[in-house]
């Protein structure tokens, strides 16, 4: 008898057939992935131009689009097959998002940002903000109670990392994380990230067009060849 697959045996991030363009569009495909995995803890590096479909791409992993054919499992599960506060709670379970321009809640304390990135996770409301506390103290931002606006764009950044890994997911998705850096910072910024995903035993995949960072991953896809050939973990 074959014993199920146990959560930690499942790949972290599962791409099917996944293909995109905008409703009506005759356009080529913007996403046209056949086949990739990411295994538990894994990094990889996707590159590729601006405007290539590379943030699509996340989006679509994320649930935050809709694909027009294919599959994205997290985990194991299936990011498609819910809807609404489902997929927001999967979302928020499993996936942690780092964005080029941060995103962070304008008005709001570093703490607070960090605490709104485990409103779905499995962490007990009651130490939401001593978990987001001691997390921005790890990353090295001394003054959770700050207001985000307040901060420098590296601490900035710094928030974004932790908020994207406070609830724990099985896979970060980092946009662009070092568009705005020298290579001197993002060389610093990768090194962070990558270090705190694999403290955290989360899978990474990140998107990028800069050569900076290229050499922190041992694995590395050019987003046109996805396409080409089943990629991913054995």
Known sequence: MTETASASDRPALEIAGLKFRYAGAASPWI????AFTLAPGEQALVTGPSGAG????????????????GSVRVGGVSVFESRGGKRDELRGRSIGMIFQTHQLLSGFTAAENVMAGMMFGQTPRSGHRSRAVD???RLGVDAP???VERLSVGQQQRVAVARAVAGEPSL??????????DPESAQASIGLIQEVCRE???????????????????????????????VGAV
């Open 145 to 147: 109670d700050r207001a």
């Open 135 to 137: 997390l921005l103290k």
């Open 31 to 34: 996403v046209d992935v056949a």
């Open 172 to 181: 970060v998705l980092a946009d662009e994380p070092t568009a705005s850096l």
């Open 200 to 230: 955290r035993g989360a899978a990474l995949l990140c998107v990028s067009h800069d050569p900076s960072i290229f050499e922190s991953f041992d694995r590395r896809h050019a987003f046109a060849e996805l396409s080409m050939s089943s």
């Open 54 to 69: 590379k943030s699509t791409l996340l989006h679509l992993i994320a649930g935050l689009v809709e694909p027009s054919e």
